[in-house]
């Protein structure tokens, strides 16, 4: 959650989310987002008031100040929203992301599907404007297959590889 934290309470006007194939997986991540922005906003300087929240799926970071007797979202005016990829597959493209962290990737039988979709979020105009992050790799391996093929195959997806010395029978990326 730390990549999250960074993109909601530094970058200012950045859109980020998190995605999971039902809501459960993401409903269980928050928690530990909002500890770590709990730290920031007790211990440092750096904490970012919540300005909006809706239903516990969408939160706006900065204030509210009145312009011109128009409430205007001001401070770091960044957002942070959470969607299921089961319940609306093509959430999170419309526009441009900042951040997209897919939680329980392993669990997703559309993985391959909901960041070839997510992809075009994250360019504009030939440059890249926003990163995705896929991790958590829990659920049967006979269930994870397309995490499998994307963490053996990254450059087909636009994802960065790197050289696997952790495992004793790496795949090589």
């Known amino acids: 959650m730390v990549p999250m934290l960074y993109f909601t309470h530094w970058i200012r006007d950045s ?11 993401y409903e269980k991540t928050i928690p530990f987002f909002w500890r770590y922005a709990g730290h920031l906003a007790k211990f ?88 995705i992050l896929v991790f958590g790799a829990a659920g049967a391996m006979d269930k994870a297959k397309p995490l499998g093929i994307l963490h053996n195959n990254p450059e087909d997806y636009n994802f960065n590889a790197f050289e696997d010395k952790w495992n004793e029978t790496p795949s090589g990326k």
């Open 15 to 25: 859109r980020n989310y998190i995605g999971s194939y039902t809501s459960a997986e």
């Open 44 to 131: 440092t300087d750096f904490g970012q008031p919540v300005a909006k929240r809706e239903a516990g799926i969408k939160y706006e970071f900065g204030y509210y100040e009145t312009v011109n007797g128009q409430d205007v979202l001001s401070g770091i005016s960044s957002s942070l929203e959470c969607v299921s990829f089961k319940d609306n597959a093509d959430k999170g493209v419309g526009g441009h992301f900042n951040l997209f962290i897919v939680e329980e990737a392993g669990k997703n039988p559309d993985l391959i599907k909901n960041i070839t979709f997510l992809s075009d979020a994250c360019t504009e105009e030939g440059e890249t404007t926003g990163s």
